[in-house]
């Protein structure tokens, strides 16, 4: 029994004819058509200088022998060195030591930055948006940070937005001086932010921090999981961890 051959569709056998097979017919697109397929366009070109710019070394030249770092890896970098940065604040222990009573944002922000370090980041995202949420601009850096050294554009766009907005918030807690600057128009649209922290800058060993968060009690929170809870004894720990670094 012969089998059907199923016809192949027509294959155009020029550039002209597959043009005009092509070609946009009028009376089919009206201009709110034509409007949302350039809207459409035009995010899809901006996710890709997104996705080129976690993937392509920075043009700045390196301020020392190292390389450019790619996009993800400068945000990974500058994560931690503001975490760094913010622990070592003379008020961080005590903000972190009064959380229970005040329920400070400044504290949240101090104790995230101590789960960063040590690597614990569902907690660390939980506690930075606590702090972004009660004004903190320095806890929405930290998440543009965060997420954009996962790779997470659409994420860490939303909270470059917030920078912005946070930055005129009263009762800011920013123990790292910092500058915030817009380049949207630069690759993939990110911003910059520039952390005024010393070439020689102190920093706590990571294997201690992590020490002291292991210690800690965790709260279940329904849909996030474990969060750890930060406590009066992880602030006593800090001042003593700062103390031995400087």
Same mark, same amino acid.
């Given at each position: 029994?012969?089998?059907?051959?199923?016809?192949?569709?027509?294959?155009?056998?020029? =550039?002209?004819? @597959?043009?005009?097979?092509?070609?946009?017919?009028?009376?089919?697109?009206?201009?709110? &058509?034509?409007?949302?397929?350039?809207?459409?366009?035009?995010?899809?070109?901006?996710?890709?200088?997104?996705?080129?710019?976690?993937?392509?070394?920075?043009?700045?030249?390196?301020?020392?022998?190292?390389?450019?770092?790619?996009?993800?890896?400068?945000? @990974?970098?500058?994560?931690?060195?503001?975490?760094?940065? =913010?622990?070592?604040?003379?008020?961080?222990?005590?903000?972190?030591?009064?959380?229970?009573?005040?329920?400070?944002?400044?504290?949240?922000?101090?104790?995230?930055?101590?789960?960063?370090?040590?690597?614990?980041?569902?907690?660390?995202?939980?506690?930075?948006?606590?702090?972004?949420?009660?004004?903190?601009?320095?806890?929405?850096?930290?998440?543009?940070?965060? &997420?954009?050294?996962?790779?997470?554009?659409?994420? @860490?766009?939303?909270?470059?937005?917030?920078?912005?907005?946070?930055? &005129?918030?009263?009762?800011?807690?920013?123990?790292?001086?910092?500058?915030?600057?817009?380049?949207?128009?630069?690759?993939?649209?990110?911003?910059?932010?520039?952390? @005024?922290?010393?070439? !020689?800058?102190?920093?706590?060993?990571? !294997?201690?921090?992590? !020490?002291?968060?292991?210690?800690?009690?965790?709260?279940?929170?329904?849909?996030?999981?474990?969060?750890?809870?930060?406590?009066?004894?992880?602030?006593?720990?800090?001042? !003593?961890?700062?103390?031995?670094?400087?």
């Amino acid at each position: 029994m012969r089998s059907e051959i199923p016809m192949r569709p027509h294959q155009p056998r020029t =550039i002209n004819e @597959a043009l005009a097979n092509a070609r946009i017919r009028q009376d089919t697109y009206t201009p709110a &058509h034509r409007e949302a397929s350039r809207r459409r366009i035009s995010e899809q070109l901006h996710e890709l200088r997104w996705m080129q710019a976690l993937t392509t070394p920075a043009s700045l030249p390196p301020r020392g022998p190292r390389p450019p770092l790619l996009l993800h890896q400068r945000a @990974a970098h500058d994560l931690r060195a503001l975490c760094q940065g =913010i622990i070592h604040d003379d008020d961080a222990a005590r903000r972190i030591a009064r959380f229970d009573t005040a329920r400070d944002p400044g504290g949240a922000l101090a104790f995230a930055c101590l789960l960063v370090l040590a690597d614990r980041e569902e907690g660390a995202q939980f506690w930075l948006q606590y702090a972004a949420g009660g004004g903190q601009a320095t806890g929405a850096i930290c998440l543009y940070l965060l &997420h954009l050294r996962r790779g997470e554009w659409r994420d @860490a766009k939303y909270w470059a937005r917030q920078i912005e907005i946070l930055e &005129h918030e009263p009762c800011q807690y920013a123990p790292v001086p910092h500058e915030v600057v817009d380049t949207t128009t630069g690759p993939g649209g990110a911003v910059t932010v520039f952390l @005024a922290l010393p070439n !020689d800058a102190a920093t706590v060993p990571e !294997d201690a921090v992590k !020490d002291a968060v292991d210690d800690l009690p965790v709260g279940r929170i329904d849909g996030l999981g474990p969060i750890p809870q930060p406590n009066a004894g992880l602030a006593h720990q800090l001042e !003593d961890l700062v103390t031995t670094t400087h």
